[in-house]
């Protein structure tokens, strides 16, 4: 079995003249926590909607597992095991902690299984992992912003996935908040998820990442450990603002 997880290779990405991503390419490893810094604008986003199917890429292949995803559905690249969070969470706000997680698990990990599986009992399971059990049957509307982030993880652990990619999953939280969503990231990774964080928050990224690549104008400028990467001249020039 090969290392490698993922593998974009010559990734390009136009909206009308406006080139995106611009013949990138990236690898990631299993189990590896990958970090994505750069810019706003400089695709970071872009790239994670085509890594899950989001967004069509306009040149380029992505692979996942050795299996060649590139032209598959998001909910195709779901079920073989890439999930996502979103920057602003989208509970549905009429349905309860439980019951938004029992549709990843109703329509993702068991849709062939139903009548064997109780559903209810492994939504309380991952709610417990996030800190949430006594909140299950809430609606998600009451929730807090940092509960509303860890419903997000919630939500996208549902599906099983093997790679898990968050798009500033920690954004607008507090400093001991994002502490406590570093430590549910660190346990899931402990279990073999391999995690692609998209932040801004530098801290979070240089604690938690084992490496970090950093995009400009829709190319990859830098790849190397979170040290190397705060001291390299091009990326204190676009981002640190050195």
Not at 132 to 140: E, G, N, Q, Y
Not at 154 to 173: K, S, T
Request: proline residues 3%; glycine residues 8%.
């Amino acid at each position: 079995m090969s290392d490698m997880l993922l593998s974009v290779t010559a990734l390009s990405k136009k909206f009308g003249g406006f080139a995106a991503l611009s013949d990138l390419s990236l690898m990631v490893r299993r189990g590896e926590r990958l970090g994505i810094i750069g810019p706003n604008g400089s695709g970071k986003t872009t790239l994670i909607n085509c890594i899950c199917g989001l967004l069509r890429n306009d040149a380029g292949t992505i692979v996942f597992d050795g299996a060649n995803i590139t032209s598959l559905a998001p909910h195709q690249r779901t079920r073989l095991g890439v999930a996502r969070s979103f920057q602003i969470p989208r509970p549905f706000a009429s349905m309860t902690l439980a019951e938004n997680l029992a549709v990843p698990l109703e329509y993702v990990t068991h849709r062939r299984s139903l009548h064997t599986v109780d559903v209810r009992g492994e939504a309380l399971a991952i709610l417990e992992q996030m800190g949430l059990r006594d909140k299950a049957d809430i609606s998600s509307i009451a929730l807090t912003q940092i509960d509303l982030r860890k419903l997000e993880l919630a939500r996208a652990l549902a599906a099983r996935p093997r790679l898990l990619i968050l798009d500033e999953a920690m954004a607008g939280l507090s400093s001991l908040e994002v502490d406590e969503i570093l430590e549910i990231l660190f346990a899931l990774n402990n279990r073999g998820i391999t995690i692609i964080m998209v932040e801004h928050i530098m801290r979070a990224i240089m604690r938690f990442s084992q490496r970090v690549v950093c995009l400009d104008a829709g190319c990859l400028i830098a790849d190397g450990a979170p040290e190397h990467i705060v001291a390299n001249p091009d990326v204190r020039r676009v981002y640190l603002g050195a």
